[in-house]
């Protein structure tokens, strides 16, 4: 009889990720399409106007935000599994996160030092 309840428990725990799933992927679909659909019809009532995006206000964000967790990735994985292929987990957000400020950097205007 235990050995039921564990297999049925095993089944409903691979199956719950796979509905997790395709429930989002459903609520992406369908805000997608309806964007789309008002987008469009936005556009043929001549009341569209372009969202406008700020690069250098994101590539402040995002360096910020990368760099952070790259910088305690990178600590936390050098002390828990030494120099390892492990490490690249946090060394890859720390170096696009100095990337994106770098880029910011430099398209402001800020020179060295």
């Not at 428990?9 to 509905?19: H, K, Q, R």
């Not at 935000?65 to 990178?74: D, E, P, R, Y």
Request: zero cysteines; hydrophobic letters at 50%; aromatic letters at 10%.
């Amino acid at each position: 009889m235990g050995q039921q309840h564990s297999s049925a428990a095993a089944v409903i725990i691979a199956i719950i990720p796979i509905v997790g799933i395709v429930m989002g992927s459903t609520v992406v679909f369908f805000y997608l399409l309806w964007n789309h659909k008002r987008k469009t019809l936005l556009i043929q009532a001549g009341q569209y106007t372009k969202p406008r995006f700020d690069l250098l206000s994101f590539s402040l964000l995002t360096g910020l935000l990368l760099s952070s967790v790259g910088t305690a990735l990178t600590l936390f994985l050098a002390l828990s599994l030494g120099a390892s292929f492990g490490l690249l987990g946090g060394i890859i957000p720390l170096s696009v996160g100095i990337g994106l400020l770098a880029y910011y950097r430099i398209k402001r205007g800020g020179g060295g030092a």
